[in-house]
């Protein structure tokens, strides 16, 4: 079984930062994709980054948040400068690959951003 555990979130103030993790373990699991997507109270899951064949990235975090992956750690991070009110949401990483040919997708529980001065 895969299990996915992010951490870093927290209460920021506007305009500060923070860096999310998402460590990944468990059966050996060819990763291909690895994304962050948000949940804010009220609102549908959206995808905020994905990191797969290409990097990209939701139209309103461009130039603020950056993914990356640490594949000797299996572990992949969010930096996000410059937060926003409108960035406090609960932050879910997602992974995508294959085990035994089978292909599965896995989520983490989530860790909650608040943007609030």
């Known amino acids: 079984q895969v299990q996915l555990v992010e951490s870093g979130g927290g209460l920021v103030q506007p305009g500060g930062s923070l860096r999310l993790s998402c460590v990944v373990s468990?059966?050996?699991?060819?990763?291909?994709?690895i994304g962050w997507y948000r949940q804010a109270p009220g609102q549908q899951r959206e995808w905020v980054a994905l990191?797969?064949?290409?990097?990209t990235y939701r139209n309103s975090v461009k130039g603020r948040f950056t993914i990356s992956r640490d594949n000797a750690k299996n572990t992949a991070y969010l930096q996000m400068n410059s937060l926003k009110p409108e960035d406090t949401a609960d932050y879910y990483c997602?992974?995508?690959?294959?085990?035994?040919?089978?292909?599965?997708?896995?989520w983490g529980q989530g860790t909650q951003v608040t943007v609030s001065s």
């Open positions: 468990g059966s050996t699991f060819n990763i291909t994709g």
């Open positions: 997602n992974a995508e690959g294959y085990i035994s040919g089978w292909y599965r997708t896995y």
């Open positions: 990191s797969g064949s290409v990097t």
